[in-house]
């Protein structure tokens, strides 16, 4: 069956810098695309990043747009948020999602259908 894990979570000042991985099992990778949500506590969830399953198509949210990076490697079925320039408001679980999708650009973001466990990231000032 299909499996995200997620990883590289952690506590970090403020303008300081994480990766977060996300390592997929059952699936035919290449085939995928993948995003990154995030749950902020009493808030709901939101979309962070998306890239598409051929790499050639990414988009983020405007609250982290220049400060993230999406990216995906085929080759270690994995794909990573490179996330810099921290802010305390980026304080949330950070949750992998992927969707068959081997044509056309990104999917709709409410078609993400395989999801991982989460990472926690805190971001103090």
């Known amino acids: 069956q299909v499996r995200l894990v997620e990883s590289g979570g952690g506590l970090v000042q403020a303008g300081g810098s994480l990766r977060l991985s996300c390592a997929a099992s059952?699936?035919?990778?290449?085939?995928?695309?993948f995003a990154w949500f995030r749950r902020a506590p009493a808030k709901e969830r939101e979309f962070v990043a998306a890239?598409?399953?051929?790499?050639?198509?990414?988009d983020y949210s405007d609250s982290v747009k220049g400060r993230f990076t999406i990216s995906k490697d085929n080759s270690e079925k994995s794909a990573y948020l490179q996330m810099n320039m921290l802010k305390p408001e980026d304080t949330a679980v950070y949750y992998c999602?992927?969707?068959?999708?081997?044509?056309?650009?990104?999917?709709?973001?409410?078609?993400?259908?395989?999801w991982g466990q989460g990472t926690q990231v805190t971001v103090s000032s």
């Open positions: 890239i598409s399953w051929s790499g050639n198509t990414i």
């Open positions: 059952g699936l035919t990778f290449s085939s995928y695309a």
């Open positions: 999602a992927a969707k068959f999708h081997n044509y056309g650009e990104i999917p709709p973001v409410n078609q993400y259908n395989f």
